[in-house]
Structures are given as structure tokens and as C-alpha cells.
């Protein structure tokens, strides 16, 4: 099978190829084109590939190009991990959002909106090339912000793009890992947005253990989301957030973390992988020990600003190690060889959630076979969370239909509406901001 990934000369296509490493199994990925529009950034990715293959049988094969067209030809799965505007861009979104008291980060509030208004032209051109070139192919999508980058790409793909993201898997084995579970023999009842999710339940052997954890001051506070989010709050919840929506329930004291760092995250991550590509052009260094010592350090200070603000401490070292490939590789694997899995995805909402209609798409379990991933069937959700959850996709609607119209007061109206900006005055100078700072919002008019 042919598989190619947009966005090739990105910082953790490493971690995808090394997962397509272990599959040994029929109908494996044997070919691999990395397309990237930055070709130095395509030849040092190429080069931790090469080191990662070094003494594997039958290694995929690793080809790199910067024609779209040329890389989408033959496709049998697609993966969509680009960046419109890179690391600088989002540093932009950062400093642009606190500037004005609001939250910059690249998928919730702010930020998030104005990464979506410059990603969604560049995902939705992506999208018709893909029906027009390989009809055939399953789009598996990685670019944020996932759930609103896959549901425009939908329009275009139908049911044949597929969102992912690692959050949920990592907290479902965080809490499976603290009750004594397997992981892989648990079920977990998730339902939200990307990055806007609860865990409800958590199922072994037909018994939920979540109200087990819950009882347990000790046990909930032993691992991230407790830490993060305190053992009283969750509680009153009776359930575990996605880690993300920390950014929601600890607003004031996120963004005024964020304001008091050095450095936001994007500026941060920019320096951070500027070195590692800078010493990628010695073509003595090695490349794949320069790779993993960066990673390390990417992955130990993510969401660190949260963490200081909630007292919780470094990272476990159990929650270094990614995830989002291992996701994506069991989704070929139940499309390619019609192996049943059970995956949580964002996908169209069909009738899963009635407060949503059925083109919305939404993170929830689904059954994955060779048709696709299906989503299950879930309880309806607390008022609280189904208030946020439609506030957070109404505006990721006006987002789509700015990015549709160009229509500057369709952006404003996306940013006033979002529960993270508190003024519609805000919103309008976000907007101008944000057209000084980014080319690729000229559109907006």
C-alpha cells in the first residue's frame, strides 16, 4: 500500500514511520512519499527515516517530493498533518490573542479560530485534489484544529476522512493504567469535540470503574487530569475532562500563566525546532539521536504553563511517548485488512449525539472495519458539557463560512461567540490583528 503524508518534512512524521516499522502484516504500508513545500525540512526528515529503517527487513520505502499532485497520485491512505503559516505562525496567534487578555493557544478559543481561518482554504483545496486524484483513498487527518479541519474537509470527502488525535487514547490509559486495567480490554465512554471531550465511564468486564476512581481521593489524584484539575472539581463533574479543557474550567489563570512565561509555547517550539533542522544541514550529524533528544524535550514541557498553574509537577514519564501514530496505524490496519477495531475518532455525528445534527463531526468511539469508522451510539451529555459542546461547534460553523464567504464580519462573528472571548470589541480587533499579522488572511474582507 501506498501512503502519503502531507506535511512529509514535519517534526513528528518520525514517530508515524517508526509504528509502520513494527506492521508486518499483510496489505502493510510498503511505500511511503512525504510531500512537504519546504524541501530542507523534507531531506533532514528524510534522513531520521533512513537511520530509523537501518537494519529493518523490508522497510517501507521513503520517497519525498513538493508536488502535490505528484505525491496524491496512487494514494491508498492520506495523511494530512500540514501547518499553514508554521511554528512562526502560531507564535503569532499566541502573541496576538494575549495581547488582548484572551487565549492564543493553536486549537481552543482565539488562537485556535485564527489558525482555523488560514488552515480550512488549504485543507479544503487538499480535500478536492484528493477526490479528484485518488478517489480511492482514506484521508486520515492530523491538522489542527482536527475536529474543525476534518469536518470541512467532509464536505468535500464524505465519510472518507477520518480525524484523529492522541488525547483521548492518552487519558483513557491514564485512567485505565491508575484502576489496575488493561488498556486494551477497557472501554471507554467518550463523547465531545476534538479537545472538548469527558470521559463518562470506563468499562471492564462489563463493570464501570470510573465511580471506583472517583470515590478515591488518593487514585484521582494520582495521575495528570487530577493533578491538573484538582480532585474536588472532578468530582463534581463525576467525570475526567480531556486536558485541554483546563483551558475552559482555569481560563483567568491559564492565560495570565501563558502572559508571565518567557516564551509561549509556539515561540518555543519554533526556536526549539529551528536548532534541530539547523543541524540537520551537517550531513555528519546523527540524525536520528538529534530527533529523540529534541522529542524528549518537546513532550516533557507540553502544557506546562497548565501545570504550573495547577501545582501539578512534571509530566509521568508513561505520558512521554506520543501516541497519535499508534492511532493511526490501527485505523489502516481495520480499513486495509477489514480487522474490526474499536477507535475513538472524529468523525460525523450522524444520530450520536441528538443536540448536534448529523454533518457535525464529533470525537466519540467508533467501530472501524473495512466501510470506514462508524460511530457508536452514546447517552445524551450533561447540560453543562452539551452547552459548551454546541456553543464551541456553532463557532466553528462561522469559522467555515468565513473561510467560505472571505467575510471579515462572518470572523468577527466566530471569534465574539467563542466562551473564551469576552468582548465583541475583542473580537474585532483579534481580527485585525490577525489580517496584519498573516498573509494568508487577506481573503477576509
Known amino acids: 500500500m501506498k501512503l502519503t503524508i502531507l506535511g512529509g518534512g514535519g517534526f513528528r512524521v518520525p514517530l508515524v514511520y517508526g509504528a509502520l516499522l513494527t506492521d508486518r502484516g499483510e496489505g502493510r504500508v510498503t511505500d511511503v512519499v512525504l510531500h512537504d513545500l519546504d524541501a530542507g525540512r523534507l ?34 491512505f492520506v495523511f494530512s498533518a500540514i501547518r499553514v503559516g508554521g511554528l512562526e505562525g502560531r507564535a503569532d496567534d499566541e502573541r496576538v490573542a494575549l495581547a488582548e487578555g484572551v487565549l492564543g493557544q493553536e486549537t481552543v478559543g482565539a488562537g485556535g479560530i485564527a489558525y482555523g481561518l488560514r488552515t480550512v482554504p488549504v485543507a479544503v483545496d487538499i480535500a478536492r485534489r484528493v477526490a479528484r486524484l485518488a478517489p480511492d483513498a482514506w ?29 483521548p487514547v ?49 487514585l484521582l489524584g494520582s495521575f495528570e487530569e487530577g493533578k491538573l484539575f484538582g480532585v474536588d472539581w472532578l468530582r463534581s463533574l463525576g467525570a475526567i475532562p ?8 482555569f481560563n483567568r489563570e491559564t492565560v495570565r500563566a501563558y502572559q508571565q512565561a518567557e516564551k509561549t509555547r509556539g515561540a518555543f517550539l519554533a526556536g526549539q525546532q529551528a536548532r534541530f533542522y539547523e543541524e540537520m544541514r551537517d550531513p555528519d550529524a546523527a540524525a536520528l539521536a538529534a530527533w529523540d533528544r529534541t522529542r524528549a524535550e518537546r513532550e516533557a514541557t507540553y502544557m506546562a504553563e497548565n501545570r504550573e498553574t495547577a501545582g501539578a509537577g512534571d509530566r509521568d514519564a508513561d505520558d512521554l511517548s506520543g501516541g497519535y501514530e499508534k492511532v493511526a496505524l490501527a485505523l489502516m490496519r481495520a480499513i486495509a485488512r477489514d480487522e474490526r477495531a474499536t477507535l475513538i475518532l472524529n468523525v460525523r455525528n450522524g444520530s450520536t449525539l ?54 471579515r464580519a462572518t470572523a468577527v462573528k466566530a471569534f465574539a461567540l467563542h466562551p473564551l472571548v469576552d468582548s465583541v470589541n475583542v473580537a474585532r480587533r483579534l481580527v485585525e490583528g490577525y489580517r496584519e499579522v498573516h498573509p494568508g488572511l487577506a481573503y477576509l474582507r
Open 139 to 167: 484521508l486520515i487527518n492530523f491538522t489542527n484544529p482536527a475536529g474543525l479541519v476534518t469536518e470541512a474537509m467532509s464536505r468535500h470527502l464524505g465519510d472518507r476522512v477520518i480525524g484523529i488525535c492522541d488525547s
Open 170 to 218: 492518552g487519558l483513557g490509559r491514564r485512567i485505565a493504567r491508575v484502576l489496575g486495567a488493561d488498556p486494551n480490554e477497557a472501554w471507554i465512554d467518550y463523547v465531545g469535540l476534538n479537545h472538548l471531550g469527558w470521559v463518562r465511564g470506563l468499562r471492564v468486564a462489563g463493570r464501570d470503574e470510573l465511580p471506583r476512581l472517583l470515590a478515591d481521593p488518593g
Open 354 to 407: 441528538g443536540a448536534l445534527d448529523a454533518d457535525a463531526v464529533i470525537e466519540v468511539p467508533c467501530l472501524v472495519d473495512a466501510n470506514g469508522a462508524h460511530p457508536m451510539s452514546a447517552a445524551p451529555l450533561p447540560g453543562h458539557a452539551a452547552g459548551l459542546v454546541t456553543a464551541v461547534k456553532a463557532v466553528e460553523r462561522e469559522v467555515l463560512a468565513a473561510a467560505e464567504s472571505g467575510s
Open 43 to 76: 531531506q533532514a526528515v528524510a534522513r531520521v527515516l533512513a537511520e530509523q529503517a537501518a537494519g529493518v527487513p523490508d522497510a517501507p520505502a521513503v520517497t519525498a517530493t513538493t508536488d502535490l499532485d505528484d505525491a496524491l497520485r496512487g494514494a491508498d
Open 242 to 249: 480531556n486536558e485541554y479543557l483546563h483551558y475552559y474550567y
